[in-house]
């Protein structure tokens, strides 16, 4: 049954057959943890183009477990299995993440069908969102350590962890890791719509407090500041 559900996973989800750069030609399958707003369908593209018009409808890339956790991933297919995965993941400074979700979400119409918190970004100011999200006690984004640990914050589940910050440069690296040539083309899918690149314009003292109270974990692992 676990080889059936591995099989399925290797030809359908994120999971593939490349080459390992240690032997050129071996058969080590990645697994990208993909935490959305880090440019992670813009790799998964790169590195799997879709072969279905249908997958790659609008731009998106439309899979199952597209936004798991490594550690529901772990629980998916088996420590044996997970641990036999290169597993990697993007992030991005926690400010300039919600900053970039709050402008996806305040131009894209159908961001307020999957969360209904999101419509509000249509009349509030950045820090007005913020901090009526905080109110209503309902955290926007998911944290980037639950994505990439296991129980503790401490426990690790991925080899590689590349930067937004530092895109191009780390995804030449996770290139050369699996095989790839380095000059494999990153497109820029679901792009927030163009405005000034410092983050910390949006911010007054009280959201600043509240996504630093959110996100300490993020802050903490990742080694962020504002």
């Known amino acids: 049954m676990k080889s059936a559900i591995w099989r399925f996973l290797t030809s359908h989800l994120r999971l ?11 058969d080590t399958p990645f697994l ?16 799997v183009p879709p072969t279905r018009s249908s997958e790659a409808e609008g731009g998106n890339i439309h899979r199952p477990g597209k936004h798991w956790t490594a550690q529901q991933w772990k629980n998916r297919l088996g420590p044996k299995e997970f641990h036999k995965c290169f597993k990697f993941a993007i992030v991005r ?11 996806f979400s305040r131009h894209i119409k159908t961001e307020p069908f999957r969360d209904p918190f999101n419509r509000y970004c249509q009349t509030m100011s950045f820090s007005e969102w913020v901090i009526f999200l905080s109110e209503q006690n309902h955290k926007p984004l998911r944290s980037q350590a639950e994505y990439l640990c296991g129980s503790s914050p401490k426990e690790l589940l991925v080899d590689y962890i590349g930067r937004y910050e530092t895109l191009e440069r780390d995804f030449q690296h996770i290139c050369r890791l699996l095989g790839y040539p380095t000059s ?10 163009a405005t000034t690149t410092d983050y910390r314009l949006f911010y007054d003292d ?21």
Do not use: M
């Open 32 to 47: 990208l943890i993909h935490i959305d707003k880090t440019a992670c369908s813009s790799v998964y593209k790169a590195l």
């Open 16 to 26: 593939r057959q490349l080459p390992s750069p240690s032997q050129g030609a071996g």
């Open 93 to 103: 400074n926690p400010f300039d993440r919600l900053r970039s979700k709050y402008q």
């Open 206 to 226: 009280a959201s600043k407090s509240v996504v630093e109270a959110w996100y300490r974990d993020d802050l903490d692992l990742l080694d962020y500041r504002f």
């Open 184 to 193: 494999t083309t990153l497109p820029h899918l679901n792009k927030s719509p």
